[in-house]
């Protein structure tokens, strides 16, 4: 977990990193962890692609993104192509249904163990409501 400067050596800081490096020792975590993100984003491109959508992204472990545009993009040029205006009408509309996702497409979303199956079903139907509505 990266960890900026303004609570450096902070005791609350360094258990905190402490114990997240034991949960994540655990057997099987990084697994689950990239089998979650690997359905939501799956999900998310699959209901923009039945939607009409160019829309295209990936994940590696508990990191994903996502841009407007057909893909693949490998560069910043070809994220550059990317529909900002829709994504930002997307974002919106993701707001109003209640997932919070990173307000620009430059940006990475992050998954994290917390996050359930049931959260994954839920964000991948509130992206298909937004997607019809675009």
């Keep these: 977990m990266y960890q900026a400067g303004t609570l450096s050596g902070n005791p609350l800081a360094m ?10 020792k655990q057997p099987g975590t990084y ?3 990239d089998r979650m993100t690997e359905k939501l984003i799956t999900g998310i491109l699959a209901a923009g692609k039945e939607a009409g959508h160019a829309v295209t992204g990936g994940h590696i472990s508990g990191m ?14 070809d994220a550059a192509k990317s529909d900002t205006d829709k994504f930002a009408r ?5 707001l ?15 998954m994290s163990l917390a996050h359930t199956e049931e959260d994954v079903e839920f964000t991948i139907a509130m992206a298909k409501e937004v997607f019809a509505t675009l």
């Design 15 to 24: 258990t905190a990193g402490i114990e997240t490096l034991k949960v994540l």
């Design 31 to 33: 697994e689950q962890l």
């Design 64 to 77: 994903f993104g996502f841009f407007f545009t057909d893909g693949p993009v490998k560069c910043f040029a």
């Design 90 to 94: 997307w974002h919106r509309g993701m």
């Design 96 to 110: 109003e249904r209640g997932v919070y996702l990173a307000p620009s497409q430059y940006e990475a979303g992050f």
